[in-house]
C-alpha cells in the first residue's frame, strides 16, 4: 500500500483548475504522436496491427496515452524498451484516450480487443471518474464489463487501481480506496493497487499542471508496471 501522499494535497488543490483540462485534450487510440488531438472521442484507429506477435494492450486515459510527453517517453513505449531488453517478445499497443471515463473505455474496448493476438489487457482507468465525481459503483460496473469482455477472449488483465485524495474523507473517499481491491479479488485478476505508486503528488516528477508525470516520472511508472507485469509474461 502506498504511503508516501504527503504532497498529494498539492494536486488535489490543482485538481479544480486542471480537470477540464485533462479532458479537453482528446488522442486517438493506437495512431500517430501521443499530441496530436482526437477529432472526436469516437474516431477509429486508423493503425491495424497485423503482425503476429503476441500483444499487450495498454487500455487507459492521458496517463497511458503519455499526454505532455513524446510518443517515446509514455509508459507503454518504456514497457516496450524493458520487454526487449529482457528477450521477451511482445508488442506493446497504446489504447491510451486522454480524459477518458470508465464509461469511455467500456465504450470502445470492443474495437480494441478485437486487436490480433492480445494476450494481456493492463487496465488504467477509474481516475477520470473520480475527478467528475462519477459513482464508483458506476465505476466498478463498467470496469467489470471491461474484465469480462478481456476474459471472454483468455485475454489475462493487470487492473492498475487510484487512491482516493487525502482530502476526500467519507463514504465516497472509502469506496474509491475498496473499490479497485474488492474489484481485483471479485475478478481475480492481477492488480497494482495504484498506479502512480511513488510519483503521485510528488512535484519533481510530474508536469506543471501536478496531474500528469513528467519523463522522470514516466520512467518510474513504467518500472512499477513492469513489476506487476513480469509474472504474466511467458517466453
Given at each position: 500500500m502506498i504511503r508516501n501522499f504527503l504532497n498529494y494535497k498539492i494536486l488535489i488543490l490543482l485538481l479544480s483548475s486542471f480537470a477540464f483540462f485533462a479532458a479537453a485534450c482528446g488522442v486517438p487510440t493506437m495512431t500517430g504522436k501521443n499530441s496530436s488531438p482526437a477529432t472526436n472521442k469516437d474516431a477509429a484507429p486508423a493503425k491495424v496491427i497485423t503482425n503476429n506477435k503476441p500483444k499487450i494492450l495498454a487500455f487507459g486515459d492521458s496517463l497511458t496515452i503519455g499526454l505532455g510527453l513524446t510518443e517515446k517517453?509514455?509508459?507503454?513505449?518504456?514497457?516496450?524498451?524493458?520487454?526487449?531488453?529482457?528477450?521477451?517478445d511482445y508488442e506493446v499497443l497504446n489504447a491510451g484516450m486522454s480524459g477518458d471515463t470508465s464509461g469511455g473505455g467500456l465504450e470502445?474496448?470492443?474495437?480494441?480487443?478485437?486487436?490480433?493476438?492480445?494476450?494481456?489487457?493492463?487496465?488504467?482507468?477509474?481516475?477520470?471518474?473520480?475527478?467528475?465525481?462519477?459513482?464508483?459503483?458506476?465505476?466498478?460496473s463498467n470496469l467489470t464489463q471491461i474484465i469480462r469482455r478481456a476474459?471472454?477472449?483468455?485475454?489475462?488483465?493487470?487492473?492498475?487501481?487510484?487512491?482516493?485524495?487525502?482530502?476526500?474523507?467519507?463514504?465516497?473517499g472509502q469506496a474509491i480506496n475498496k473499490a479497485f481491491q474488492d474489484l481485483a479479488s471479485q475478478e481475480k485478476v492481477d492488480f497494482m493497487p495504484f498506479f502512480l505508486e511513488g510519483v503521485g503528488g510528488v512535484p519533481k516528477l510530474n508536469q506543471?499542471?501536478?496531474?500528469?508525470?513528467?519523463?522522470?516520472?514516466?520512467?518510474?511508472?513504467?518500472?512499477?508496471?513492469?513489476?506487476s507485469l513480469k509474472p504474466m509474461l511467458k517466453k
Open positions: 517517453e509514455s509508459y507503454p513505449s518504456l514497457l516496450q524498451e524493458k520487454l526487449k531488453a529482457d528477450s521477451y470502445r474496448i470492443d474495437w480494441s480487443l478485437n486487436q490480433p493476438n492480445i494476450e494481456i489487457l493492463i487496465l488504467e482507468l477509474g481516475a477520470n471518474d473520480i475527478l467528475k465525481g462519477l459513482p464508483i459503483e458506476q465505476m466498478k476474459k471472454a477472449k483468455n485475454i489475462k488483465v493487470l487492473l492498475c487501481g487510484m487512491y482516493a485524495p487525502l482530502n476526500l474523507g467519507g463514504e465516497r506543471a499542471d501536478g496531474i500528469h508525470p513528467n519523463p522522470e516520472g514516466t520512467r518510474m511508472v513504467a518500472d512499477k508496471v513492469y513489476k
